[in-house]
Each structure stands twice: as C-alpha cells, then as structure tokens.
C-alpha cells in the first residue's frame, strides 16, 4: 500500500490516500507520483492519458495510454 497517489486528472491534480471515497475518472497528460510509504522516496512516472479507479479500503487501479 502507498501512502498517496497523485495523478493529472482531467479537471486537476487529485491526490488519492487509503481513505479516499470510490472514484472513477479520466486521466489527462501529466505525471503520476506515488509515495510508497514514510521511509522511501517519491516515484514519478509520466504519462500519455488514461483511467483511474479508485476502490473501497484505499484500491487503486491506474490504467494509462502509454507512459512517456
């Protein structure tokens, strides 16, 4: 589990922590970030478009278009 998730949403950056609520969206060009957890650092990745779907109990799904 990721302590957060940060991603281009199509009317803004959104960031995703484990008790945000059920979310499906769009995903504009940007970049991805994930902190994994307290102790290591940020990862970015950069991304075409795509989808996020975020679950109950903090699931999150990213499905992108291509990563750069």
């Known amino acids: ?3 957060y998730v ?3 949403g199509r009317e ?3 960031s995703v922590h484990d008790d945000h609520m059920a979310l499906l969206t769009t995903l ?6 994930v902190k994994p957890d307290k102790e290591k650092a940020e990862e970015t990745f950069e991304i075409e478009g ?3 779907d975020v679950r109950p109990a903090g ?4 499905l992108v278009k291509s990563e750069l």
């Open 1 to 3: 589990p990721a302590e």
């Open 6 to 8: 940060t991603v281009p």
């Open 59 to 62: 699931h999150v799904q990213v």
């Open 28 to 33: 504009k060009k940007g970049t991805i970030t």
């Open 12 to 14: 803004g950056e959104l």
């Open 50 to 52: 795509g989808v996020l």
